[in-house]
């Protein structure tokens, strides 16, 4: 396996075919830090509590422990909104940190590191995210008396976790673009081969002894994978991984919109760059990997991009234009000049040479 380079990542081991679920996984990234960043600039992550009599503003004035004041008072709702603006943010951070760390290491084909750490982000901390929008008070209730009751692999098998992403995704913009058995499946089954369960077990562990995921005789998981199986990996990972991370994306933004207005959250989303990533990357998920959930996420994704781009008074992009949209947020110039400027550009993104960072 030999270093190249390759454009907007610069070194690195990944084969081409997988760079466009990278890039798109990457751009979904970056706009979720942004989000973290102006929430965090705009003070949003805040609660008011209102409504209080003189007596009870005097007393929270005085108050050493707001939460038991809150707990003292029955103000229940209020306990769990102060809870969701406390949380969110750092679990956000730590999501991105984990998200951000699992793709690297899958582009320097540390494959077991990498899945060892996308583990977390997906399976715990978006089960957390999933409660704070549908049943932020049980959440509040469980996170004050046992927290262990918020672990995501004790919520019940495959139909408890799809009963909660249907409601996740009744709550979530654009939730029709997918489909919430899949996306238990792929999160937490161990009886489906399409399912990222075997990978993050053996990731992080030597031997593993369920049935589905039992150590082969004469082997010890991960550790002795060659150049077919890495390619096998990085096939499943970026076969699934986008459309598991747009769900994220998604799910985060109404949460977030409890502390925004939702016509400013929407405008996050339905960014031409993000739109035309998504369609680039569903163009290169091999037809052997495709299935009809992912097949209708891609016409859910073209149908927003023609209705934003109509919206906007544009032209609806062709296949060549998506590459332009995803890389400079417009269209290619026509003029012989605009070319030139266009070929500069490219010429200079295929030539960077350092590692990714992230942006600050």
């Known amino acids: 396996m030999s270093l ?38 705009a003070k949003a992550f805040t609660h008011d509590v209102v409504g209080l009599t003189p007596s009870e503003e005097a007393s929270l004035e005085t108050t050493s422990d707001l939460f038991e004041w809150l707990d003292q008072n029955d103000r229940v709702v209020d306990k769990a909104n102060v809870l969701r603006a406390l949380v969110f943010p750092a679990l956000l951070s730590d999501f991105l940190h984990f998200l951000f760390e699992g793709l690297e290491s899958s582009r320097k084909a540390k494959l077991n590191v990498a899945c060892a750490l996308l583990r977390k982000p997906f399976q715990e901390n978006l089960y957390l995210f999933e409660m704070l929008l549908t ?17 995501a692999q004790k919520q019940g098998g495959g139909d408890a976790h799809q009963r909660r992403i249907e409601r996740a995704l009744g709550l979530v913009t654009g939730g029709s673009r997918f ?21 993050f077990q053996h990731a992080l562990h030597l031997f593993t002894e369920h049935k589905a995921l039992r150590t082969e005789q004469l082997n010890i998981n991960f550790i002795f994978s060659d150049d077919d199986s890495r390619q096998s990996q990085w096939q499943y990972i970026y076969s699934r991984l986008p459309y598991l991370l747009d769900y994220a994306f998604a799910l985060i933004l109404a949460v977030f919109s409890s502390f925004r207005e939702p016509e400013q959250v929407t405008q996050d989303y339905t960014e031409l760059p993000v739109l035309s990533a998504g ?10 990997l495709r299935t009809e959930h992912l097949d209708l996420h891609s016409s859910k994704l073209r149908e927003l991009l023609v209705t934003v781009c109509t919206g ?33 550009e490219r010429y200079l993104a295929e030539k960077r040479l350092y590692w990714r960072t992230p942006r600050k």
Request: charge should be negative.
């Open 4 to 41: 190249v380079l390759t454009p907007s990542v610069g070194r690195t081991f990944l084969p081409k075919q997988y760079l466009a679920g990278h890039e798109y996984a990457f751009i979904l990234h970056d706009r979720l830090a942004d989000l973290l960043r102006s929430g965090e600039k």
């Open 135 to 151: 049943d932020v008070t049980a959440f509040s209730r469980h996170l004050s008396e046992d927290p262990m009751k918020l672990r």
């Open 179 to 199: 489909n919430a058995e899949f996306l238990a499946q792929i999160r937490y089954s161990k009886d489906c081969e399409d399912s990222f369960e075997l990978l």
């Open 312 to 344: 906007e008074g544009l032209e609806i992009p062709n296949d060549a234009d998506l590459h332009d949209l995803r890389d400079f947020g417009r269209y290619a110039p026509s003029t012989r000049v605009g070319r030139a400027i266009r070929g500069v």
């Open 279 to 288: 369609l680039l990357w569903h163009r290169s998920v091999p037809e052997a």
